[in-house]
């Protein structure tokens, strides 16, 4: 057809409707295909297809909405093939709300540090064997296609922000080429959302860039990346500012690996919608609780006669059936000890996006923040 323009829309199988803001904060509603989720959203990491110490079950008593699962493991247990025999991973888990999955560089880079990419991909050893494996773009996707999240990752290429120099533009530009790529194999854009992922490191001018060449790309949303590693908060805040700046006002953001609960309040005051962070389970896992006033160490010595619940604030089945002791009881000899704590953990993380949705929406986000900062900062030992 003449005169046909050239920016590509791309169809989207997401509805985001933002239902309160406070400054740059927003409240939403973000309709996905299996879900239908409020935000700010806090999304459980479940490595191998499912979160490490809760049921299902469990998963939906806490309201938990939607959750992450990774490519990479998944393609290799239980394997794409039979992912397709069972009709998705919604299936074969059995989890009927929303999923997302994440392109599987990342965890290779960060996790086995035997990466190496190139342009083609990311070349890495399988765990499994031993041998060399190539994922490209196009093979995330059709992997990612096959588990059938409702939001899957495009594959980027990612820096520590800790490094500098030609290898964080380098990688940036590779993100740009390799979206492209992703776009041209992704085959299910009527009921999966492809987001696109922010890098750049900490470089002003390569994060405008690569956020202007995704909005381009006319994407149903969009990650800020490469921000859960070492980088001091000053640095994480400045970036996840601009970011959230540059992307589109009608599209939800995702800040990728982040983060604790402070860092999510503050994101969500620079507009971000999304996160995801394996620290309230792999904390629990160490017998850690999350407290409105920080943290609760169920190992120490003095927990050993503390009757009182983990959080005597906190409506949570655990904290309304347990005490400190019995927990510190169990945290070193049985497993329920980290089952217990993840369940408060991530009951923790779900309600406080809870309340950050619904403060904005009720207008009294200020008055939240104040409160969140105060219970946490000044009664800090
Ligand atoms: N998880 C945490 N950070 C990142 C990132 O930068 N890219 C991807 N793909 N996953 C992440
Ligand atoms: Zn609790």
């Known amino acids: ?37 409020q935000t700010p959203l806090f999304m459980p990491v479940g490595t191998q297809g499912t979160i490490k110490g809760l049921t299902n079950s469990q998963l939906e008593d806490i309201g938990c909405q939607i959750i992450l699962g990774n490519t990479y493991h998944l393609a290799l247990r239980p394997t794409s093939e039979l992912l397709d025999e069972v009709g998705g991973l919604h299936n074969f888990m059995n989890w009927q709300r929303g999923l997302l999955t994440d392109s599987g560089g990342f965890q290779m880079v960060s996790l086995l540090h035997l990466a190496d990419i190139t342009e083609k991909g990311v070349t890495f050893q399988s765990p499994v064997d031993g041998k060399p494996m190539l994922l490209t773009p196009e ?20 820096v520590k922000t800790t490094i500098t120099g030609p290898r964080v533009e380098e990688a940036m530009y590779r993100t740009l080429r390799w979206i ?8 299910r854009p009527h009921d999966q959302n492809l987001f696109g992922i922010v890098q750049g490191g900490l470089d002003p001018i390569l994060r405008d860039i690569c956020a ?17 590693g070492g980088e001091d908060k ?34 969500s005051a620079l507009g971000a919608d999304m996160y995801d962070c394996v620290y309230p389970t792999r904390t629990a896992r160490f ?12 190992k120490h010595k003095a927990m050993a006669e503390d009757t009182r ?10 904290c309304k059936n347990y005490t400190r ?42 008055e939240f923040v104040c409160d969140f900062l105060h219970k946490m900062v000044c009664s800090r030992k």
């Not at 992997?143 to 999240?149: F, K, L, T």
């Not at 060449?213 to 859960?228: E, H, K, M, Q, T």
């Open 1 to 37: 057809r003449q005169g046909y323009s050239t920016t590509v829309t791309n169809a989207m199988a997401l509805v985001f409707e933002v239902l309160g803001r406070f400054n740059r904060a927003r409240a939403a509603r973000l309709t996905l295909p299996h879900h239908v989720c």
């Open 139 to 158: 093979e995330s996707i059709q992997i990612q296609n096959r588990i059938g999240a409702d939001i899957i990752m495009a594959l980027d290429d990612v």
């Open 180 to 187: 492209d790529r992703c776009i041209a194999a992704h085959k």
């Open 212 to 228: 202007k060449g995704l909005v381009d790309r006319n994407l149903p949303g969009y990650a800020i990346g490469g921000l859960s």
């Open 234 to 267: 000053n640095s994480f805040w400045r970036v996840v500012a601009q970011c959230t700046a540059a992307l589109p006002e009608d599209k939800p953001r995702y800040v990728m690996g982040v983060g604790y609960p402070l860092d999510i309040v503050v994101c």
């Open 287 to 298: 017998g850690t609780a999350l407290i409105p006033e920080g943290v609760l160490k169920l």
């Open 309 to 318: 619940p983990i959080d005597p604030t906190c409506p949570c089945m655990v």
């Open 325 to 366: 002791a019995y927990i510190h009881c169990l945290v070193t000899k049985d497993a329920m000890g980290s089952q217990l704590l993840s369940y408060h953990n991530l009951y923790y993380m779900l309600q406080l996006s809870r309340n950050l949705h619904s403060s904005i929406v009720e207008g009294r986000f200020p």
